[in-house]
Structure formats: C-alpha cells, structure tokens
C-alpha cells in the first residue's frame, strides 16, 4: 500500500498571533512556524501503518513557500521516504490545494491519502473532503481510530454526540482527528538521515492548476477586547454577583 | 435566486443548529428553502414547514441518507443547486463533514464558520482560532457556507405552513458504509444550546470528580464540558471537547474549572456572556477573560458551590 501526505507549515499553534497594522492580514513575520498540528498526527498514522507494513511507501506533500521544505523534511526525519514540494508565492486555497492534490493523486496512485482535518491558520477544514468529491473517492472525516483489513478500511469519526464508525474501501481519503495517535518526537539520527531522502520539486504550473483566489481577503480585526474582570474572594460572593448582579442563574 | 439550507436533525428531532442556520440564511436573503435528508423523517420536513421565513421545505427520505452519509448527499445537493444562489448548513460535524464535498463538485469556494453576514458575499469568520476575525469576500456565483450558529438567534417555529416537495431519489453512491456510533446518552442539555456550560480541565484529575461538575450542572440546568486535556486524559469523551477543534459554545454563563485557558479552549467559549474561571494558579491565562475569578482548590470551591446555590434555589 502506498500512502501519500499532505503537510502544511503553519504557524507554531503555541504563538500568540497578531494582526497587522493596516489589517491586512497576521504578521507573520519572524513568528515561529511548524508543521500543522493534525498533519504531524497524519504522518505519525501514515508511519505507524509502515512499522506494521501495512504499507511500503509514505509519500509526504507541502504546497507553499520554499520554506515548505522544511515541513517536509520534519516529515521525513519521523519516517515518510519521500517529499515533494509544490512551490509557489501565491496564497492557495483549500479547493485549488485539492486540485493540486488531485493530480498528484492521478500520478502517483496511493491507495490511502491521510491528512490532518483542518490546519490551525485559516481553520478551513475543507481540503480533504474536497479531494475526496474531486477524486469520487470516500471519506473518513475526523478519524480518531483506523481498522485495516485488506482493501476494507473503518474508521472511527469524532462527532458531536460521541464516535461513528463508517466501513469503506481503498482507496480513501482519511482526515484526521486529535485521537488518532500521539506524534513522536523525530531523533536526532533521523533527522539527519531525512536531509539525505528525495525531495522532487514542482510548481502548479506543472500540474496544469491554476491558482485562483475565490475568496477575497477584505479585512483582518482582532476580535473585540473584553473588559478585565475581577477576582473574588469567596463563593459567597461569586454566587451573590451572578445572582443578583449579572442575574444568570 | 433563493438559499437553501440543510437541515440537521438524527430523524427523530431537529437540531437547534438548524434554526440558528435559517436566521443567518435569512440575513443573505428573503427567501430560504430547507431540505431534509434521511429515514422516516416526514415530522421533520412538517416542524421545518412551519419555521418563520421558510417558503419550501424538500424532504429526501430513503434508508441511504438515514446517518448523513456525504458520498450519498452532496449528488443530491448538488442536484437542486442549480436553483440556490447559496447553500448553507451549521458547522457541526455534520456540516463540516458534507458541504466542503458539496462546494468541490460545483466546483466553488466554501466560506467556513461564519460569523456574521455583511451582504450576500462578505462575511466574517474566524482564522486563527479566533485570534483574528477575517472579513472574506466570495467571487464565486454560488457560496457554500458553514455557519457558527452561536452567533446567530434561532428561527422559531411559528405555525407557518410551507409547501413540503418529495424527491424521490434512492441512489447510493456505495463508496461508505454506516457501522455502528456510540452516542453519549445524557439528560442535560446540549453543549451547543445550552444556557450555562461548567467545563472542566486537566485540574480535574480524573474522570470521577466531573461528577463534582455533573452535580452543579444539574442544579444550573448546564451542560458539561471539557478542556481538550481533560478530553486526552481520558476523563470525559471526545464530543465534551470545547474549543477550536471541538465544539463552539456562547452561553450565557460558562464556569471554566481547572482549565488553565490555553488559546485552542478560548476559542471556543470566550463569547460567553459571562466567564467565570476557578483556578488555584492565579496566574492561569483563562483569569484574562473571565469577569469573575476565583483563586483557590477546586476541590473545596465546588462542594461550596453546590452548597450555596441550593441557598439560592430555596
């Protein structure tokens, strides 16, 4: 089986953003930056699954920046055997990334694309569901548990009343959720050995997509400020306050 | 043209998601359809017929559609899309897991979790989890769109009486089978909907002493929740999770217990009207959005707290 995964790099989710002046976007100058949080888990799985040789070929993928390499290569020093990059300067949204991951797919014939649910930036949580529709292939959405059996894949989804499990066959598309698994830390070997593992470099251009901005950014604000609070020193009083006070219980 | 929006419901009841979806709906335009897919779902499409400000309520009932498969409903959404200027639905997991595979096949953008409607292609939505609110314009010609239904009242149901459409459709698209779900049964209200949400983190210590919150919680009428260590940790399931991957809530009040207030639970429950934080760190960041602190021992707080609130109740 071959599995291919896309990883974002994405702001460090511990750094406490901040708009830019002229509200034209978030300063993400000199800001840490890392890889998205739900990929880490998409790779984590995707290596797993190899330790179980469940599969024999993790390919990871990283649409951005040059920087986008090093995304990639976190990937490869936690144990995916190969990278390709899609560079490009051009903000690329969640439907052209599908599409892009679309061809990538026509080409390279993974039989499971595992990726994270949404990235922690624009908090989309679109792209997965959007190259399954692409691809007519199923989806496992917010997985936090996978059962292989062959060609038959489970997958357990977090949903709003509890857990789903959902039966489909491969190939799929699997989007993952915080439970899935518990990313590793790559050692240090590792990430030596992932500077030696193939990186193949292409642009949207070379797949025929053509990088559209849909949706228009017109305004970034920081949400409305809320007053300090106090602090009280008994129950008593905390009770007195909301009752009487805030009138909300 | 006119909106349509995707009712939510498990064939039994609507979810309040939906009436929160109609309001923002109507906001983009006068006239909203709904369209009810599942099993033995007809007391659904008759209680969305007599929603204020509903003109057509389509109905697709049939064994595939009964657990919301998305490989089964995008086809059919995609079907009736020709006639919507903008199909919306809540951003549920059920919302957040169709309408991206909806929004792909009419090949358009979708415009997440929106936060309010500025006209019929400019909203506002949270990135960053809620860090930064982003003013987005659509230029596609037709919008799919997820809404964050705390920022939107419910539609009520008021009588009205609108024409119900049946569409006979029964094609499984085959590629994903319903196995089994494991729904937490509770008597509280929904975390969503709720008036007053008590939420505990990893102060907790362990999943027994949430019934010191379960207590509260029933004397309050709230629902319980949970920080996403509390989640990991394996005190509470998964649908208990507040903040930016879990569910959004916006009660009127919300006591955050042993959460020490990390941006991703912020995310989450800071439009809560009121925010009231018991922590024995006092300098745990979730005392900057609280209105009202308490410094001190969960352990010692919460048994007074349940004390004190029957003095109130009597």
């Not at chain 1, 936090?144 to 509890?162: C, M």
């Not at chain 2, 009486?161 to 569409?167: A, V």
Request: hydrophobic share 40%; proline share 4%.
């Amino acid at each position: 089986m071959k599995i291919l995964v896309p990883v974002k790099r994405v702001v460090d989710y511990n750094v406490k953003i901040k708009v830019k002046s002229d509200n034209s976007g978030v300063d993400l100058e000199n800001v840490k930056m890392a890889m998205n949080p739900f990929d880490e888990i998409a790779v984590e799985e995707a290596v797993r699954l190899k330790e179980k040789k469940l599969c024999d070929e993790i390919t990871a993928i990283s649409i951005g920046s040059a920087k986008s390499e090093e995304t990639l290569r976190t990937a490869l020093a936690i144990g995916v055997d190969k990278g390709i990059l899609v560079e490009t300067e051009e903000e690329v949204q969640p439907l052209e990334v599908a599409k892009i991951l679309k061809e990538v797919v026509k080409k390279n014939n993974p039989d499971l694309v595992l990726m994270g649910k949404q990235a922690i930036d624009d908090d989309s949580n679109q792209t997965g569901q959007m190259l399954a529709a692409l691809l007519g292939w199923p989806q496992g959405t917010f997985a936090s548990k996978l059962e292989i059996n062959g060609k038959k894949i489970n997958v357990t989804r977090e949903i709003d009343g509890g857990l789903e499990t959902l039966g489909m066959e491969l190939p799929a598309i699997i989007t993952t959720d915080l439970r899935l698994n518990e990313p590793r830390y790559a050692s240090l070997p590792n990430i030596m050995k992932a500077k030696q593992k193939p990186v193949e470099k292409i642009t949207p251009n070379d797949l025929n997509v053509e990088i559209k901005q849909r949706l228009k950014t017109l305004k970034v604000t920081e949400p409305p400020k809320k007053t300090p609070g106090i602090k009280v020193d008994s129950v008593q009083e905390l009770i007195s306050k909301l009752h009487e006070v805030e009138k909300v219980i | 043209m006119s909106v349509l929006v995707l009712i939510e419901h498990n064939n039994q009841n609507i979810k309040v998601s939906s009436f929160n979806t109609i309001t923002a709906a109507k906001k983009i335009d006068k006239s909203v359809h709904a369209i009810v897919l599942g099993e033995n779902c007809s007391k659904i499409a008759d209680q969305i017929s007599k929603c204020e400000g509903i003109e057509e309520v389509f109905i697709a009932d049939n064994a595939i559609y009964k657990n919301h498969i998305a490989e089964n409903i995008a086809p059919i959404v995609v079907e009736l899309a020709s006639n919507y200027s903008h199909i919306l639905a809540p951003s549920s997991t059920f919302g957040k897991n169709i309408m991206p595979r909806i929004a792909a096949l009419l090949d358009v953008a979708q415009i997440s979790d929106i936060m309010s409607v500025e006209s019929s292609d400019t909203f506002i939505r949270p990135i960053y989890a809620g860090n930064a609110n982003l003013k987005v314009k659509s230029t596609d010609k037709k919008k799919i769109i997820t809404v964050r239904t705390t920022n939107f009242e419910a539609t009520k149901i008021n009588g009205g009486n609108s024409k119900i459409t049946k569409i006979n459709k029964n094609e499984d698209a085959g590629l994903s089978k319903f196995v089994k779900n494991e729904l937490n049964k509770s008597d509280r209200p929904e975390l969503t909907a709720a008036g007053i949400v008590i939420s505990g983190g990893r102060g907790m210590l362990s999943g027994k002493n949430f019934s010191l919150l379960e207590e509260i919680a029933d004397k309050l009428k709230a629902a319980v929740g949970a920080s996403r260590a509390a989640v990991d940790a394996g005190f509470v399931p998964n649908d208990y999770q507040v903040g930016q991957t879990g569910k959004v809530v916006a009660p009127e009040l919300y006591i955050a217990v042993g959460i020490s207030g990390a941006i991703q639970h912020l995310a989450g429950m800071k439009d809560s009207k009121i925010i009231v934080a018991i922590n024995k760190d006092e300098e745990a960041p979730i005392f900057q959005v609280a209105d009202y602190g308490i410094v001190g021992d969960l352990f010692k707080i919460l048994p007074e707290l349940s004390k004190e609130l029957d003095k109130i109740k009597s």
